[in-house]
């Protein structure tokens, strides 16, 4: 409002210099003229890349906790709670998160349950329970990043693969935007964002005709169409790294009321340990410690030595040679504390040098995720607190430096940065590795 203001006497003011010029020096109107539209100018610009919400330092909230099969959503317990963190989360474990220094979260919202076999009843029962879900964060002192969370899954009939692929549904996709958009016009712009896809895993490979930058110009559109006020958070593509943001020319969405974001798992051995969901040798590893030289060079061969012999034991028997490759590949680029650190310090590099090129403030470009593994679901290895503890403290530091803000991953669940997922308290090891500067 102050800059309208500004603007707005800006023009007033030089209207009514010039019907003074019979009254100045010449010299002297031309030089305060000069001076005067300079400084009109300035505010211009200030306003035109300022974005509706500001954000530091987050927390991703919990996607699911047992999220049902869908022959479950329109159950009552279900729409009520949704999303379903809020089933057992009250509003002093979200004034928790503000306490520890987040001032901002970051909100999954599974599209899904919106588009797969969904009556009107059901979408309008969700939407309601999103805003209710928006309003209680805001009570708890916190801004809110609405992030509808799309899942890689060939297991779903909608996730992030389907809708990248399929036209009509990725129409019905847009539709769900727009709906989606048009449901948070109501909230305030400088505590509520919007981003409209979570991690497309196309264009990893640009030898295969590149996709994601004109699905991102049609998502824009719905959202922003939606939205007139409200910040969009986009990204780009393959897994929203780095190196997808790259990919992208952001003038190709001409709107200045945007933050970019990327995520990043960097060193991915490291972060994904035991998870089996990854399709890849992640599975049968545990027990590397970060950084690698912690526990000796001895030590750290050792349990590379553990990682290949389960596989060697327990992988099929037709990829155990693809897999022991993929591991001793990843396992090359943490060889030591130096390369470790390198690797981490990479998509940092990459996002701040494309900023630099297109002129992005570096608020403006915002590390979505980060973390490391705590435990995988069904696996009874623990990493231990100091570990990751040091991983987050690096990240933290790389994104503090280029000016980023950030939000960790997450909340709860297998990278939960609690102490258990059934009693909110933060692990205060990571805590306080997350609040360093």
Known sequence: MFSLMVLFFCRVGGHFVQTRMEDVKELAFRLFHVLFAFACLLVTVATASA???TMQR??????????????????EEILTNFPEWRRNTGLQDLQAIRKAGFDFVRMPVDPAIFLQDASEERVRKLLAAMLRSIDLLHKAGLKVVVDMHTIPSDKRKIGTNQISSDPALFARY?????????????????????????EP??????????????????????????LPNHTLVLSG???????????????????????????????????????GWTGDAMAY????????????????????EEARHRIEKQAP???????????NEMADGIADDAKALARLNEPFDQADAWSRQYNIAPERIYLGEFGMIRQEYGKYFLMPAEWRAAYMKDVVAAANKHGFPWSVWSWGGAFGITLADDKRVFDPVILQALKAE
């Open 51 to 53: 974005t509706a919400f």
């Open 58 to 75: 987050g927390v991703n909230l919990d996607p699911w906790v047992t999220w049902p099969l869908p022959e479950r959503w329109d159950d």
């Open 174 to 198: 847009l539709d769900l935007v727009g709906r989606l958009g048009r449901a948070l016009s109501i909230t305030d712009p400088a505590l509520t964002a919007f981003e409209p896809f979570n």
């Open 201 to 226: 895993v196309v264009d990893c490979d640009l030898a295969v005709y590149p996709k994601w930058s004109a699905l991102l110009v049609q998502l824009h559109a719905a959202a922003r169409n939606a």
């Open 237 to 275: 593509g393959c897994w929203a790294s780095a190196y997808g943001l790259i990919q992208i020319n952001p003038t190709t969405v001409a709107d200045d009321n945007v933050i970019w974001t990327f995520h990043s798992y960097e060193p991915y051995i490291l972060t994904h340990q035991g998870a």
């Open 285 to 304: 590893v545990e027990g590397l410690p970060y950084p690698p030289d912690r526990l000796g060079q001895e030590g750290f061969h050792e349990v590379l």
């Open 317 to 327: 028997e037709d990829k155990r040679k693809a897999l022991l490759n993929n591991l």
